[in-house]
């Protein structure tokens, strides 16, 4: 199955906006918010979300700047999978993807636990993914953006 079609067609999925490089901006200040909250909280549970908001708010606002809207998290994700692979490699979109997947389990279950494994690598890599987001950001450049929207776009309607 195509998950970008099928987060196209889903009500708060993927859909084309006017590219806007304010509201990334805003995005990255929740970003560090959240990694402030990060390190001064003690619970483990809302270290866990922190951390995983951080990753979150970091990917969402380089897809504010280049005018995609999504509101599910798993879409997000799968669009920089498909559309941002300059940007990122595997393993970092499978880390965000590890991510999601433990803030849901520490969130929403009492009887999951995350692995301390996943746990310290949310911590210690939560700052340098914000970095990196920052630094895409900067890089991003009218033609690439109107390069990975129409990519996106002819994605979405091949397959309809």
């Not at 922190?50 to 897809?63: E, H, K, N, Q």
């Amino acid at each position: 199955m195509n998950k970008i079609l099928w987060c196209s067609k889903k009500k708060g999925g993927l859909s084309l906006i006017e590219p806007n490089s304010d509201l990334a901006h805003a995005y990255i200040k929740k970003a560090e918010e959240s990694l402030e909250s990060m390190r001064i909280n003690v619970v483990k549970d809302w270290k866990i979300s922190t951390a995983y908001y951080t990753l979150y708010f970091s990917l969402y606002s380089i897809l504010t700047k280049i005018g995609v809207k999504c509101e599910i998290h798993s879409c997000t994700i799968e669009f920089a999978k498909r559309f941002l692979k300059d940007y990122f490699n595997k393993e970092e979109l499978d880390f965000t993807e590890d991510s999601l997947k433990a803030r849901i389990d520490s969130q929403y279950y009492v009887d999951r636990t995350v692995p301390d494994e996943q746990y310290n690598k949310m911590i210690a890599k939560a700052p340098e993914f914000l970095i990196k987001c920052k630094s895409i950001l900067i890089k991003l450049n009218e033609k690439k953006i109107n390069q990975i929207r129409s990519e996106f776009q002819k994605e979405v309607n091949k397959r309809r």
